[in-house]
């Protein structure tokens, strides 16, 4: 039998470690298209995928508890149509966790991308390449630093997420409740011995994940 | 044969600029394109190879259709068959020279193997290292090994030598001169440099404007046909001085630094930095009393 600080820990590093390999799924295609993109509503999407950056959690917390409960359009076709309800549920977490770490993913990899130089890929074209294996044998392996440090930078943000996770997902044990809410809800209860396992850990996981990926790309330029 | 006839709006610094190209290459031939820079250079370098579209015309190689825009036909870049040296040589750099070459052999018919391209250019020893470790010369013989590799209809140089040293530039002429003579391939090569314009290309095109101005043999369009002289070359003017009636030039022949003497009518279009033709029409015979 596990303990309440083992299970809440195993479920935040499963909602940090699911979210992370959605936002790398997606994110980094979507950092390609961005950073190739010419459109003039380019900014409006650079825009729509920052805002998490700037907007208090419990806003977008707050719209997507109102858009993913059962009586919006969108909660009722989740629930019919794919038996999903994304509140109060891991699902959902996952879902809010992806929408409040894109910008933490897209942003270094679309950097990552626009600093190739465009004869790179084009050298790969002129050499019977096509657009897909181009992409995996040329662009990818050149953004790794990149894709590193954004899927490192999405990872620690999910685990360290606490106002969208608390509108949205509540504070249901093994299901929802995840480091950053216990540590509220211990200190709450005036639990501070308690409290202050999650938070030491939380603290000591940040900076070794930070540290890492420090000492990597360093040991990476260096052999650039 | 090689016949590109095409218009291409640009957005040059100055504003718009219409490029209409029409040339016309032998397939085997080295041929330079010369011009002021922003004159559509590399512009025409990548539409030929398909990386930038015309607005409209015709680009034919050997009879196949690259581009056409009245019957919509524009093939995509890797089905074109061309060999692109890029001015930033474009080389991969997380593969190593090996690997370089290996990803343009991928799926090519034919033609030389990685072993073969690694001795003609003089690769074997640098095959395990990364491009970033090389020097500029050996990135530029990795750029050509690889852009020759799947024996390209035309081989397409943008400004290749222009960042390296002197003597890395003469020994890579000759170099490619030695790759041209042994191929099959047209070559294309964008150049400012007047000493590789006529060490490498039986033709030149001369591009101002956004238009060819002149084509021709080197000699006739950098010296004029009247000219017969016994000796030419293409020289760099380093410094002009005055020294009594007449000024002493101080102008670059390759590495060869030479002195020349030029009257002021001779110097009135030509500045310090400028690229001149030095010819001599005969040599003054020398007349000595006999006995």
Same mark, same amino acid.
């Given at each position: 039998?596990?303990?309440?600080?083992?299970?809440?820990?195993?479920?935040?590093?499963?909602?940090? !470690?699911?979210?992370?390999?959605?936002?790398?799924?997606?994110?980094?295609?979507?950092?390609?298209?961005?950073?190739?993109?010419?459109?003039?509503?380019?900014?409006?999407?650079?825009?729509?995928?920052?805002?998490?950056?700037?907007?208090?959690?419990?806003?977008?917390?707050?719209?997507?508890?109102?858009?993913?409960?059962?009586?919006?359009?969108?909660?009722?076709?989740?629930?019919?149509?794919?038996?999903?309800?994304?509140?109060?549920?891991?699902?959902?977490?996952?879902?809010?966790?992806?929408?409040?770490?894109?910008?933490?993913?897209?942003?270094?990899?679309?950097?990552?991308?626009? !600093?190739?130089?465009?004869?790179?890929?084009?050298?790969?074209?002129?050499?019977?390449?096509?657009?897909?294996?181009?992409?995996?044998?040329?662009?990818?392996?050149?953004?790794?630093?990149?894709?590193?440090?954004?899927?490192?930078? !999405?990872?620690?943000?999910?685990?360290?997420?606490?106002?969208?996770?608390?509108?949205?997902?509540?504070?249901?044990?093994?299901?929802?409740?995840?480091?950053?809410?216990?540590?509220?809800?211990?200190?709450? !209860?005036?639990?501070?011995?308690?409290?202050?396992?999650?938070?030491?850990?939380?603290?000591?996981?940040?900076?070794?994940?930070?540290?890492?990926?420090?000492?990597?790309?360093?040991?990476?330029?260096?052999?650039? | 044969?090689?016949?590109?006839?095409?218009?291409?709006?640009?957005?040059?610094?100055?504003?718009? =600029?219409?490029?209409?190209?029409?040339?016309?290459?032998?397939?085997?031939?080295?041929?330079?394109?010369?011009?002021?820079?922003?004159?559509?250079?590399?512009?025409?370098?990548?539409?030929?190879?398909?990386? =930038?579209?015309?607005?409209?015309?015709?680009?034919?190689?050997?009879?196949?259709?690259?581009?056409?825009?009245?019957?919509?036909?524009?093939?995509?870049?890797?089905?074109? #068959?061309? #060999?692109?040296?890029?001015?930033?040589?474009?080389?991969?750099?997380?593969?190593?020279?090996?690997?370089?070459?290996?990803?343009?052999?991928?799926?090519?018919?034919? #033609?030389?193997?990685?072993?073969?391209?690694?001795?003609?250019?003089?690769?074997?020893?640098?095959?395990?290292?990364?491009?970033?470790?090389?020097?500029?010369?050996?990135?530029?013989?990795?750029?050509?090994?690889?852009?020759?590799?799947?024996?390209?209809?035309?081989?397409?140089?943008?400004?290749?030598?222009?960042?390296?040293?002197?003597?890395?530039?003469?020994?890579?002429?000759?170099?490619?001169?030695?790759?041209?003579?042994?191929?099959?391939?047209?070559?294309?090569?964008?150049?400012?440099?007047? #000493?590789?314009?006529?060490?490498?290309?039986?033709?030149?095109? =001369?591009?101002?404007?956004?238009?060819?101005?002149?084509?021709?043999?080197?000699?006739?369009?950098?010296?004029?046909?009247?000219?017969?002289?016994?000796?030419?070359?293409?020289?760099?003017?380093?410094?002009?001085?005055?020294?009594?009636?007449?000024?002493?030039?101080?102008?670059?022949?390759?590495?060869?630094?030479?002195?020349?003497?030029?009257?002021?009518?001779?110097?009135?279009?030509?500045?310090?930095?400028?690229?001149?033709?030095?010819?001599?029409?005969?040599?003054?015979?020398?007349? =000595?009393?006999?006995?």
């Amino acid at each position: 039998m596990l303990s309440a600080y083992a299970i809440t820990l195993l479920l935040t590093f499963k909602l940090a !470690a699911v979210t992370t390999a959605l936002l790398l799924i997606a994110g980094v295609p979507l950092a390609r298209l961005l950073a190739s993109m010419r459109s003039p509503l380019k900014p409006v999407f650079e825009t729509l995928i920052a805002m998490p950056m700037v907007l208090p959690p419990s806003v977008i917390g707050f719209y997507l508890l109102v858009a993913f409960s059962p009586q919006s359009g969108l909660g009722k076709f989740l629930e019919s149509a794919a038996n999903l309800r994304l509140i109060f549920s891991f699902e959902g977490l996952v879902v809010a966790s992806f929408i409040y770490s894109l910008p933490f993913l897209v942003r270094p990899i679309q950097a990552g991308f626009e !600093a190739l130089p465009p004869s790179l890929s084009e050298a790969s074209f002129t050499l019977g390449k096509s657009r897909m294996r181009t992409f995996f044998s040329v662009l990818l392996p050149n953004v790794t630093p990149a894709i590193l440090s954004g899927g490192v930078l !999405a990872f620690a943000h999910t685990i360290g997420e606490f106002g969208i996770v608390l509108m949205i997902g509540g504070n249901i044990p093994g299901k929802t409740r995840v480091a950053s809410i216990a540590v509220y809800d211990e200190v709450e !209860a005036l639990h501070y011995g308690n409290a202050n396992d999650y938070a030491l850990t939380l603290l000591v996981i940040s900076f070794v994940i930070l540290l890492a990926v420090s000492i990597v790309n360093r040991r990476r330029t260096r052999l650039a | 044969m090689i016949s590109i006839h095409i218009t291409k709006r640009l957005s040059a610094a100055t504003g718009p =600029m219409d490029l209409k190209v029409d040339l016309e290459l032998d397939g085997r031939e080295f041929a330079a394109l010369y011009g002021k820079s922003g004159s559509g250079k590399t512009s025409l370098l990548k539409m030929i190879a398909g990386l =930038m579209t015309p607005d409209s015309g015709t680009i034919t190689v050997d009879g196949e259709p690259w581009f056409d825009s009245a019957r919509g036909i524009n093939l995509h870049a890797r089905s074109r #068959g061309v #060999g692109f040296v890029f001015q930033d040589y474009a080389l991969f750099p997380h593969m190593t020279v090996r690997k370089n070459i290996e990803y343009a052999l991928e799926g090519a018919h034919g #033609g030389l193997s990685c072993g073969e391209l690694l001795d003609t250019f003089e690769l074997g020893g640098l095959a395990d290292r990364k491009p970033g470790t090389l020097s500029g010369g050996q990135q530029q013989r990795v750029a050509l090994a690889r852009a020759v590799a799947r024996s390209p209809k035309i081989l397409l140089l943008d400004e290749p030598l222009s960042a390296l040293d002197a003597e890395t530039q003469t020994k890579l002429r000759e170099e490619l001169l030695n790759i041209s003579r042994r191929t099959s391939f047209a070559a294309l090569i964008v150049s400012h440099d007047l #000493g590789e314009i006529f060490a490498l290309a039986k033709t030149v095109f =001369m591009l101002n404007n956004g238009a060819i101005e002149r084509s021709g043999r080197p000699s006739e369009i950098f010296a004029g046909t009247a000219l017969s002289s016994k000796f030419r070359f293409a020289a760099q003017v380093l410094e002009i001085e005055k020294a009594d009636v007449v000024f002493v030039l101080t102008i670059a022949i390759g590495n060869n630094l030479v002195k020349v003497i030029a009257t002021e009518e001779e110097l009135q279009n030509i500045r310090v930095g400028d690229k001149v033709v030095v010819a001599s029409k005969a040599f003054n015979p020398i007349v =000595m009393k006999e006995g």
